[in-house]
């Protein structure tokens, strides 16, 4: 069973950035996929960034790139969601997942993702 721990949310005026962590409990995280999702009051949980196993392949939601980055320390079985820019509709919870069926591409859709963490809250201020 693989355990998934997100900090780094909290409240930010829009324009302002955020780094949030997710930390795996498993020492071959470096094999695994990492993908970030968020879910806004009344919405589906939409697809952010995801990152391939090496970290040689990324994909963004159209809505974030060029403001957000994805990044993954495997040493430290940490990955990351740089977001800058922020606006008010990037409010949301985020969460991080990860799956090791996959590991070579960074998967964009939730059923693809077998665990994930309790979500850390962004909330953007206008």
């Known amino acids: 069973q693989v355990q998934l721990v997100e900090s780094g949310g909290g409240l930010v005026q829009a324009g302002g950035s955020l780094r949030l962590s997710c930390v795996a409990s498993?020492?071959?995280?470096?094999?695994?996929?990492i993908g970030w999702f968020r879910q806004a009051p009344g919405k589906e949980r939409e697809f952010v960034a995801a990152?391939?196993?090496?970290?040689?392949?990324?994909k963004f939601a159209d809505s974030v790139k060029g403001r957000f980055t994805i990044s993954r320390d495997s040493a430290k079985n940490t990955g990351y969601l740089r977001m800058n820019a922020l606006k008010p509709e990037d409010t949301a919870v985020y969460y991080c997942?990860?799956?090791?069926?996959?590991?070579?591409?960074?998967?964009?859709?939730?059923?693809?993702?077998?665990?994930w963490g309790q979500g850390t809250r962004v909330t953007v201020s206008s």
């Open positions: 990152i391939n196993y090496n970290g040689g392949v990324t």
């Open positions: 498993i020492g071959t995280f470096a094999t695994y996929s």
């Open positions: 997942a990860t799956d090791l069926r996959q590991p070579w591409r960074p998967a964009t859709t939730t059923d693809e993702y077998t665990y």
